[in-house]
Nanobody
């Protein structure tokens, strides 16, 4: 089993920034794709960003939803089993519960079948 602990959510004004972090613990020997999803009130959960592990290569591949491109940046620290999401230029439509997800295949970034999910952290962007 893998446990995920998210942190960094909160209340921010329009145009502000927040940084979300998610740390994996437990059976972490086969973690590859790490991603962020969000769910706004009354809406379905949607993918925000994902980053591959890319073992054996020099650089991970990062994916972003069109709605966050140029504003959000995903990164990972494999030594600390952590994935982070830097969110800049926040908009009211970014308000949602953000969930961390990890999977045992880098393919999860393009064909999501994440095995493990965090409990979520609330991000509220106020007008």
């Amino acid at each position: 089993q893998v446990q995920l602990m998210e942190s960094g959510g909160g209340l921010v004004q329009i145009g502000g920034s927040l940084r979300l972090s998610c740390t994996a613990s437990g059976d972490i020997s086969n973690l590859n794709a790490m991603g962020w999803y969000r769910q706004a009130p009354g809406q379905e959960r949607e993918g925000v960003s994902c980053i591959s592990h890319s073992v054996g290569t020099t650089q991970s591949t990062m994916y972003y939803a069109d709605s966050v491109k140029g504003r959000f940046a995903i990164s990972r620290d494999n030594a600390k089993n952590t994935v982070s999401l830097q969110m800049n230029s926040l908009k009211p439509e970014d308000t949602a519960v953000y969930y961390c997800a990890v999977g045992d295949s880098d393919d999860d970034c393009v064909d999501p079948q994440f095995e493990y999910w965090g409990q979520g952290t609330l991000v509220t962007v106020s007008e």
